[in-house]
């Protein structure tokens, strides 16, 4: 059986250098992987060259089997920022994906009820972004990427604006949300504890350019709750993680 994501020596080269060289690793069916590794290192370019709307200068990309060769139908894909439609309620910017598809969003709406609930937004359906906190409005982005239950969800630092407390609550708030609706998933993070508490495998990328320097499989137990930032064997990983990465010398 093809994985989910298989990247063959992927490189892209820019006229300012080599963002990324040479990466090779699979995200099997279901998992949950992340990518780290220091600032500027390639890991949104490698994101968006598996979305395909970067090409790649060498290598390439697929996706259960099927090489990437422009925009990737049927995936989702959450950003850093939320950006919601201030003119929308959130119950309308999370239709709006099935809009965008030309779909009928009456049709979608039993599954964005559905969502927004599981995201702990219920009650807040009829509200605009400005009434919203900076994580409600990532959850209500979340639910808009995942109306259309796409097997494959790309999220690119997507809490990397939320302060410490919100972005730990988000991690929770992300974990409760996959267990139940179990994409694939390729997760960009500069939070090595974001990557321990939610990953399957975290893969570690070198510094400019970006090169695939390790891949750590976590074998922790689900669901992770806070009580598993303490556990003996979160410390190990986070810490083994973490020196790969300051090996490279680089913040």
């Known amino acids: 059986m093809a994985a989910a994501v298989a990247v063959d020596s992927l490189s892209k080269r820019f006229d300012t250098g080599i963002a990324v060289d040479g990466a090779s690793f699979e995200v099997g069916e279901n998992e949950f992987v992340s990518l780290v590794g220091p600032s500027g290192c390639g890991k949104s370019t490698l994101l968006r060259m598996v979305s395909g709307l970067v090409v790649p200068t060498a290598g ?49 709406r039993p599954r964005a009820l559905e969502l927004i609930k599981l995201a702990g937004l219920e009650g807040f359906e009829k509200s605009y972004p400005h009434e919203l906190s900076g994580g409600m409005q990532q959850r209500a982005a979340i639910c808009r990427a995942l109306l259309l239950n796409p097997s494959l969800l790309l999220m690119d630092e997507p809490f990397g604006a939320l302060d410490i407390i919100t972005r730990e609550r988000m991690g929770f708030e992300l974990q409760k949300i996959w267990s139940a609706t179990r994409n694939t998933v390729l997760f960009v993070t500069h939070s090595i504890t974001e990557a321990v508490l939610l990953s399957d495998t975290i893969i570690v990328m070198s510094a400019r350019p970006g090169r695939i320097k390790a891949v750590f499989k976590v074998d922790l137990k689900r669901p992770r709750d806070p009580k598993t930032l303490s556990n003996a064997r979160f410390v190990e990983l986070a810490a083994a993680v973490r020196d790969n990465i300051e090996a490279q010398g680089v913040e």
Do not use: Y
């Open 60 to 108: 390439k990309v697929l996706v259960r089997g099927n090489e990437v060769r422009g925009p990737v139908a049927g995936l989702g894909m959450v950003f850093q920022a939320p950006v919601l439609l201030p003119w929308r309620t959130t119950i309308a910017n999370v239709l709006f994906t099935a809009e965008m598809r030309g779909e009928s969003p009456s049709r979608h």
